[in-house]
């Protein structure tokens, strides 16, 4: 398929190959909500054949050591790094992204996800404990075949994100991109292969989740899961991954707080605010439920306005643009019926709350005050550019509220005072907190969701964790000098 000037294999990539589909899905540009062409589709045998081929090299890749890996990893990187205009292009075109913040982020995001964890794998393992006895040896060894299922809003960043640690940890995969946006992922195989990746390290299988992410993640031959979507398919995974008895990390959706106390830097606050209609809000760390000090609400409130008053929604490749369309037309039906819902309870709609003039998929920034802590708007993930608008008098209140949702991903807290940063901070449930700051994401760090946002974590060490079979090799190093003496005895 051509997008633009970039041409995208749009069949499956197996043991080394481009292998046409069983049947085909239509991909179409959220930018105009065109069709772009037809994707292939896998079904059950072609998943088989996948998970078959990644079996094989499964032996190989991990007994090539992680030094070698590194070294084939590092090329990919420097691919991805060397491709970055096609991969903004594709992108940028698949899922609406922003062309100049894919350029300028996400694509060098991507590659450092790569070259991190293939740095880091070459010192994993190694700790050696001692007991009375037995010295316990802990090494990490590749657990096998991972399925590596990701979504659309961010398929490069979050695809590389499981592919670093996964492969350089000596494992195989088998990576289901999304369907709303598959080919950004198409391409990173052709890349993969250019670094050199061995034929069967690295497979794709596109198509719909309920057929070909179900059969990858049913498949017996796989060891690991790694999925990143919604709490809904979450469940349907970790359900596949129990009855193989296989380890499942889920990366889940979010509703996060974005907690504003009277002692904050009201501009910085404001500034941050208007990011989290990034990408058009689908993004699952946005923080999307503002909660204000009431002493500050009123000049806070105006300074939010002020800021996404001046941001520019419409076309993702213009580089004026802010804020781009939704994925889908599903997509949008689903955040204008959040919105609706919200005005018809009663909720004041305190700017946007329509579709834009730039197109079909777009939608209005939107800032709600909702009736109530109950409500469908403050509760529920609307994955849009749809923020609500609280406020409180104690920070005891506001830890309240921010707790107040199935939810634990993220959380946003802007304070002048460090004490509260940090009360406040413990106090929240969330995988991470972010204090006067947003999106900070060290790969050395710990990342995961809390209750419905997801289970186990992944980053630094912990991905290994996840991505290995972490051993004890217990020996009993006085049983050679008991067994050496009585040879010595017989001798004598
Ligand atoms: P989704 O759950 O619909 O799809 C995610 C992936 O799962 C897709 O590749 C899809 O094809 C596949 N899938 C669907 N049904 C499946 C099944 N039965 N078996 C196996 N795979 C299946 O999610 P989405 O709409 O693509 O993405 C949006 C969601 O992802 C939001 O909830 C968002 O918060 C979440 N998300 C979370 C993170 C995180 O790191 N926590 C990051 C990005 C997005």
Redo the contacts with the bound molecule.
Sequence with gaps: MKVETVDVPIDHYIDGKRVAGSAGFEVRTPIDNSVLGTCAAANKDLVDRAVGAAGVAFHPWAQAGAVARGAVLRRFAQRIRANKAALSIVESVDNGGLRHAIAAHIVERSAQNIEYFAARAEHIGGEAVSGSTNTDVVSYEPAGVAAL??????PLM?STWKLGPALAAGNTVVL?????APLSCSLLASLAEEAGVPPGVFNVVH????V???A??DHPGISRIS????????R??AT?AAANLVPVSL????KSPFVVFASADLDAAAATAARQYFNAG????AATRILAERSIAGPLLEKICEKVGAMRVGDPRDERTSIGPL?SAR?FERVTGFVDRARAQGAEVLFGGRQHSAGELYFEPTLIAPVSQESEIVQN?V?GPVLTWQTFDEEAEAIALANDTTYG?AAVIFTGDAAQAERAGRAIVAGTVWVNSFFVRNLAAP???FRK??VGVEGGNHSFDFYCNVKNLSIDYVSFQRGASSTLTRLQ
């Design positions: 299922i990701t979504p659309w809003n961010g979050l289901k991109p999304p369907e709303l198509g719909d989740g309920s070909t992410g179900q990858l993640a999925f990143t979507g919604s709490p809904q398919t979450g349907k995974v596949a990366e889940l959706g979010g689908q993004v699952c760390l994925i997509q993930e994955f991903l990342f995961g969701g946002s997801g």
